[in-house]
């Protein structure tokens, strides 16, 4: 199994409610295209609700194998979901493991 988590932070321009509303979109770009990715297990969107933590929204995965998370990376979906989260956040981190 192969975890993928990525964190943002919104744009600081971004209000409190643009910030909720451009979380439920990417949730609703990225989780369906669980479906669509075979080996993908779980894809999952989360939304900060806490002061203690120093980022706004994870994107918290899990992949069979390597060369699942690799066809979720270029999936269609996931290439035009990209586009829409780059333009709404910003400090991306990212990290990948084998579990």
């Not at 990225?30 to 993908?40: C, D, M, R, T, Y």
């Not at 989360?46 to 194998?65: G, K």
Request: aromatic share 6%; glycine share 4%; hydrophobic share 35%.
């Amino acid at each position: 199994m192969v975890k993928h988590i990525v964190l943002w932070n919104f744009n600081e321009e971004m209000t409190p409610d643009e910030k909720r509303a451009a979380g439920e979109k990417m949730k609703e770009l990225l989780e369906p295209i669980k479906s669509k990715v075979p080996g993908a297990v779980d894809i999952r969107v989360v939304l900060n609700e806490l002061d203690s933590s120093n980022r706004d929204v994870a994107l918290i995965s899990t992949f069979e194998t390597l060369e699942a998370l690799q066809t979720y990376q270029t999936h269609p979906d996931h290439v035009a979901a990209g586009g829409y989260v780059r333009s709404v956040t910003h400090n991306r981190s990212c990290l990948d493991y084998e579990c």
